[in-house]
């Protein structure tokens, strides 16, 4: 991991709130965040399934977003605690889950949960890691909140490096939005902040699954396995759009599960 620039924690944080706080509005809109109905949430039901068994658990969902991850884990049967630091997310994510008696939301911060020791069968996770900017602080505090044996499941990915694939299908995209709008995309002032965000993360030359499997093996959880994201890919490119299809092979993605000891 390369080290943070010299601005100091409270500053990138709450910069790291705004900025997600302006995308909730159109954050469903994303094919990397919306689950849709269909082959796209029986792609998420099964993978989580396979990770955390059919017994309803309690479950902490870490950066729940607008709890789209927490429609799948309510309707497998867990009961759900989402939390997340923007106030905008959580207001979209309560009104979504209105009805929903199997889930709540609290407003916190994912790396100092404040969440009783040993209390949550399961912590759950999607694009979260690579935001972290004290990673092993936030690993250590999901050990503790974890009873014995329980689950760490992670869906994360590099979002920095490209391979061969993730290259032509961003020089693609980036030909279609010379000329003209692409749907589904965010705007240059969008990018250009997450670009800036990125260079004072942890992960700022990217999240690799080895690094990551490092830090929880450090943290103190066990039997740390590698999915595939590639149920949940393909399932996302059937019905996109041409430009949709694409951002779903711009970056490498994983699936991280393990255990507290």
């Not at 900025?19 to 919306?34: E, G, K, L």
């Not at 658990?57 to 309707?75: D, F, I, K, Q």
Request: aromatic share 8%; with cysteine; hydrophobic share 40%.
């Amino acid at each position: 991991m390369t080290q943070s620039a010299p601005l100091s924690n409270f500053s990138l944080k709450e910069e790291i709130r705004s900025y997600w706080s302006d995308r909730a509005p159109t954050f469903d809109r994303d094919v990397q965040h919306r689950i849709a109905a269909g082959p796209q949430f029986d792609a998420w039901t099964r993978e989580v399934r396979e990770r955390l068994g059919a017994a309803p658990l309690r479950v902490l969902e870490l950066a729940s977003g607008t709890g789209e991850v927490t429609r799948v884990l309510t309707g497998l049967g867990h009961e759900v605690t989402g939390l997340d630091f923007s106030p905008a997310m959580l207001e979209l994510a309560r009104d979504k889950h209105r009805d929903n008696p199997r889930a709540r939301f609290i407003l916190a911060d994912a790396e100092n949960t404040m969440e009783p020791d040993g209390h949550y069968d399961a912590v759950v996770c999607r694009h979260l890691v690579w935001t972290l900017t004290d990673p092993r602080a936030a690993l250590a505090d999901w050990h503790r909140v974890l009873k014995p044996g329980g689950h760490l499941l992670i869906f994360d990915g590099d979002w920095v490096r490209q391979g061969l694939v993730g290259r032509l299908a961003a020089w693609l995209i980036a030909r279609q939005q010379q000329s003209a709008a692409v749907p589904g995309g965010r705007d240059a002032t969008s990018r250009a902040r997450h670009a800036a965000i990125m260079q004072q993360l942890p992960f700022s030359d990217g999240l690799t699954y080895e690094a990551l499997a490092g830090l929880v093996s450090a943290a103190g959880f066990t039997d740390i396995r590698r999915g595939s994201h590639a149920r949940i890919g393909a399932a996302q490119r059937r019905g996109a759009t041409f430009a949709d299809k694409l951002r779903t092979l711009t970056y490498t993605r994983f699936i991280l599960h393990a255990r507290r000891g």
